[in-house]
């Protein structure tokens, strides 16, 4: 199975990305743009890959303690651009790191690491996909944009390979309930 964790949006989120993608479409994009349909839109924390359905009990018990200790957090979306460089085959809304959202980020990493996965080296930045696009995006320039954005769940996706792009089925999706850090 091709797994990840991430943070499924909420409504008010969905919304507005909703709300920007429209706005972007009018702004002369690649003809083979292809836009994340909200089913399969998510912020990634971690990218385990293909992972034995052996490990699946380890993974789900790991995401409960993970979500029973740490709270729900806001995250902020700043700006809207080809990502993660200035030419790239996805259109994101990024977020500004914070300290809670890196302890997810953190924690689940720690729990690829105690099934045997290694995880990604590259910087985690917080970001929503909104589209992709195999000749690249040179435009839009970054957008700036202010939402504040709840981040309230721990979600176990799996991955399917499928002709017109990936599609994310939700295994598990938890909410967020510890306490808020001192």
């Known amino acids: 199975m091709r797994l990840f964790i991430g943070v499924a949006p909420d409504r008010a989120t969905q919304h507005f ?24 839109r998510h912020l990634t924390l971690a990218f385990l890959g293909e992972t034995d359905a052996i490990h699946l009990e380890a993974i789900e018990d790991g995401l409960r303690k993970i979500a029973a200790t740490l709270p729900f957090c806001h995250g902020e979306i700043v700006s809207t651009h080809p990502f993660p460089k200035v030419h790239a085959k996805m259109l994101a809304a990024e977020l500004l790191p914070n300290p809670l959202l890196a302890k997810l980020h953190q924690q689940c990493c720690a729990l690829m690491r105690d099934i045997g996965k290694q995880p990604e080296r590259k910087t985690f930045r917080p970001h929503f996909t909104l589209a992709r696009s195999r000749q690249g995006f040179t435009h839009p320039h970054p957008i700036a944009t202010a939402f504040t954005c709840t981040l309230d769940n721990l979600t176990l996706y799996q991955s399917h390979l499928a002709p017109g792009g990936s599609q994310y089925h939700r295994i598990l999706s938890i909410p967020l309930e510890g306490h808020p850090l001192d």
């Open 17 to 40: 990305l909703d709300i920007t993608c429209q706005h972007l479409e009018r702004l002369g994009l690649p003809r083979d743009c292809r836009w994340i349909t909200q089913p399969n």
